[in-house]
Structures are given as C-alpha cells and as structure tokens.
C-alpha cells in the first residue's frame, strides 16, 4: 500500500505555484486573463473580480486526480515528495494538463458574467494581469500567514489602481472579501457584491426541462444569498425543484477539501450527486467549485444515474 502524500508537501506546491504564477494550482498568468480577450471594459472604480476560481478549475480537476492516484501508486506520491517545493511544483505542472474544453467553459462563464452586468447598466473594469488572488484556498487549509499575506498586497492594488466596488463572479471570493478581509486588513472599505446581488438576468426561453437547484454552502449558509440565488434563477424563467437538503441545510458538493483528501470528497460529491439526480437528470449550481466537483461524479457515474450540471451564469444566456 503506497504511503499517501505529505500534506506538508502538498502545501509547499501550492505555495510555490502562487509565488511562481499567483495562483496555487500554477495556471499561468496569460490563461487566467484569457476570457477577457474582445471584451468592452470602461474606465471605473467599479470591477469585476473572477478570483481565478473559474479558470484554476480545469488544472484542479487533473491535480485532484493526480492526488488520488498517488494514494494508489507509489510513483505518483515519489514525484510530489520530491526535495524542493519548487521542484515538486515543476513536477507537478508537468504531470497536470487541463482540459481545454473546460478552459473554454471558464471563459464563456466569464464572459457571460461580465456581459450581464453591462446589460444591467454596470459600467465596470477588470484588473487583468493585475487582478491578484484573494488567497482564499490558503484560508480554508489553516494558512492563515499566507492568507494574510495575500489579502494585504491584493488591498493594497486595490487602493493603487482606484477600485471602490468589487463585484464577484463566486461565493468563495465574495466571503473572503466581505467577511475575512475586515478582519485581517485595517482600513478595507470596499464595496463588495456578488453578481446576483446587483444584476437581473433577461428571461431565457431556450432553457427547456427541469433542474435541481444545489446551494453552495457558502453562498447559502455562510453569505445568506439562497433567497438571490433563486430570484435569480426566477428571473431566467428556469423550472427547479429542491433537492433533500437546500437552501442553508444545503448539502456539501466535496469542495474546497479534495486536494487535502479527494477520496472523500469524492465520496461526498457522489452522495450529493445521488441526492439531485432523485429530484432531476439536470443541475444549477452558482459556484465553480461547485460546478467541477458535482460535475465530475455526474459524469462518471453509470448512465441511469448521470447528471448533467449547469452553473448560473451558463444559462443566463443559454442556447
């Protein structure tokens, strides 16, 4: 039985990853900013923020993978346990190729996103190779130094580049700035949205059948946003019927803990995958964590019991 990775190197990856390309899953800069290629931004204090979340998800499927199959296969754990953060990065990387229909996914995503604000009348721009990571994933494994760290240089651009009202594109991004970043940065003042707080999608009439709504815990639970959430989903004209376990009772889709232990995150994420799958072969979901974890087990399970999962923004402007 191969000895599974060490969790202190794991974390060393994922530092040397955000050194090397500001980011702990290593993508580099050129693809976080990718999506926004041909799209119209204005000169505002008002931003649109991705977080990176949406774009490192495709690169944190393979990682998850490979962190599975080094708890199977010896080799696997040998190439992350390698001397030398960096070098175990470098190794990584190497081993870790996204998948680039997904890649494309992540773009459209946020596209959809800022093109609904500009349709809501929200001027707004984007910080591009500037935008920094809001150190999120660092917060949720107990490095708090790291996290700290991040917070205050991302404030600090921030304050340089003239922003006073960040609109997020996820849950996760928007707690670490509304509810961490208080307590861990002296002065922050910033204006801080989520999407569904400050925009109404255009009824989509291409939307067909019918879908279960999963909450994301910390959307629902931790932002208390389960009530946008749904007017949301209200505005779009989508039929959605509640799966066991909504709204802040909600279910966990396996996130963010599956590179600390993707097995049981798996294992949760086929539980919660079941759980929709009774109410409906189809699934919204408004986080892309979310949307990879849940993902992935609907697509490996056998066919009778396969869900097909949407996030928010894909169906805002569906077909």
């Given at each position: 039985?191969p000895?599974?990775i060490?969790r202190v190197q794991l974390?060393?990856?994922?530092?040397e990853?955000?050194r090397r390309?500001?980011n702990?899953?290593g993508v580099?800069?050129?693809?976080?900013?990718?999506?926004?290629?041909?799209?119209?931004f204005?000169?505002?204090?008002?931003?649109i923020?991705?977080?990176?979340l949406?774009?490192?998800?495709?690169k944190?499927?393979k990682?998850?993978?490979?962190?599975?199959k080094?708890e199977?296969d010896s080799r696997?754990s040998l190439a992350l346990?390698?001397?030398?953060s960096?070098?175990?990065?470098?190794l990584?990387?190497?081993?870790v190729?996204?998948?680039k229909d997904?890649?494309?996914?992540a773009?459209r995503i946020?596209?959809n996103a800022?093109k609904?604000l500009i349709?809501n009348?929200?001027?707004?721009?984007y910080?591009?190779d500037?935008e920094p990571?809001?150190?999120?994933?660092?917060?949720?494994l107990?490095?708090l130094?790291q996290?700290?760290?991040?917070?205050?240089?991302?404030?600090?651009?921030?304050k340089?580049?003239?922003?006073?009202r960040?609109i997020?594109v996820?849950?996760?991004?928007?707690?670490?700035?509304r509810?961490?970043?208080?307590k861990?940065?002296?002065?922050?003042?910033?204006e801080?949205?989520?999407y569904?707080?400050?925009?109404t999608?255009m009824?989509n009439d291409k939307?067909?059948?019918?879908?279960?709504?999963?909450?994301?815990?910390?959307?629902s639970?931790?932002l208390?946003?389960?009530e946008?959430?749904?007017?949301y989903i209200?505005a779009?004209?989508?039929?959605y019927?509640?799966p066991?376990?909504s709204g802040k009772m909600t279910?966990c889709?396996?996130?963010?803990v599956?590179?600390?232990?993707?097995?049981?995150?798996s294992?949760?994420?086929?539980?919660?995958?079941?759980?929709?799958?009774?109410k409906?072969?189809?699934?919204?979901v408004?986080c892309?964590?979310?949307?990879s974890?849940?993902g992935?087990?609907?697509?490996?399970s056998s066919?009778?019991?396969s869900?097909?999962v949407f996030d928010?923004l894909e169906?805002?402007?569906?077909?």
């Amino acid at each position: 039985m191969p000895d599974p990775i060490n969790r202190v190197q794991l974390f060393k990856i994922l530092r040397e990853n955000q050194r090397r390309n500001g980011n702990p899953m290593g993508v580099e800069p050129e693809v976080l900013v990718d999506w926004s290629k041909d799209q119209r931004f204005y000169s505002s204090s008002t931003i649109i923020y991705t977080g990176s979340l949406y774009q490192m998800m495709p690169k944190a499927e393979k990682f998850v993978d490979l962190m599975l199959k080094s708890e199977m296969d010896s080799r696997y754990s040998l190439a992350l346990r390698m001397i030398g953060s960096k070098t175990a990065s470098t190794l990584a990387s190497k081993l870790v190729k996204e998948d680039k229909d997904k890649s494309e996914r992540a773009k459209r995503i946020l596209r959809n996103a800022s093109k609904l604000l500009i349709q809501n009348g929200i001027d707004h721009s984007y910080l591009a190779d500037d935008e920094p990571y809001s150190g999120i994933l660092f917060y949720d494994l107990g490095l708090l130094d790291q996290f700290s760290d991040l917070a205050s240089s991302a404030v600090k651009i921030f304050k340089e580049r003239g922003v006073r009202r960040i609109i997020t594109v996820d849950p996760h991004s928007t707690y670490a700035f509304r509810e961490l970043y208080p307590k861990f940065v002296e002065g922050f003042d910033f204006e801080v949205k989520h999407y569904m707080e400050v925009a109404t999608p255009m009824k989509n009439d291409k939307i067909k059948g019918t879908f279960a709504i999963h909450d994301p815990c910390v959307l629902s639970r931790h932002l208390s946003l389960g009530e946008a959430y749904r007017k949301y989903i209200d505005a779009l004209g989508v039929d959605y019927v509640e799966p066991e376990r909504s709204g802040k009772m909600t279910f966990c889709c396996g996130g963010p803990v599956e590179s600390l232990a993707p097995a049981v995150s798996s294992s949760i994420a086929n539980i919660r995958c079941s759980q929709l799958r009774d109410k409906s072969k189809k699934a919204v979901v408004a986080c892309p964590i979310c949307l990879s974890n849940l993902g992935r087990c609907g697509n490996i399970s056998s066919q009778d019991k396969s869900i097909e999962v949407f996030d928010a923004l894909e169906l805002t402007y569906y077909g």
